[in-house]
């Protein structure tokens, strides 16, 4: 079993910035993947990044593309969802996720969930 701790989350002014860490404990991650998931109230939630471990291989949706940016660090099992450019649609809360076999941007092909974390981003 995987448990993934968040961080990072808080209040940003637009424009701004933010980095969220996800490190996961319990086993190694090291040919699956880690993905990043938003949700607003009274919306879906939404894939907004991911990244396959083993390689290292990037995805980003078009409404974060340019802004966001996931990166790992292997040593700590940790990944990184940089956040550049906010807006205030950003705001929601955001949730790592991981699967110790492949990448994927769906929601229900993650066996393992953060906590969440809350993103505020203020106009």
């Known amino acids: 079993q995987v448990q993934l701790v968040e961080s990072g989350g808080g209040l940003v002014q637009a424009g701004g910035s933010l980095r969220l860490s996800c490190t996961a404990s319990g086993r190694t991650l090291t040919h699956g993947a880690m993905a990043w998931f938003r949700q607003a109230p009274g919306k879906e939630r939404e894939f907004v990044g991911g990244?396959?471990?083993?390689?290292?291989?990037?995805y980003y949706p078009p409404s974060v593309e340019g802004r966001f940016t996931i990166a790992r660090d292997n040593a700590s099992n940790t990944g990184y969802l940089q956040m550049a450019s906010l807006k205030p649609d950003d705001t929601a809360v955001y949730y790592c996720a991981a699967d110790e076999l492949s990448f994927s941007t769906e929601e229900k092909d993650y066996d393992y969930w953060g906590q969440g974390t809350q993103v505020t981003v203020s106009s």
């Open positions: 990244i396959s471990w083993g390689g290292g291989g990037t």
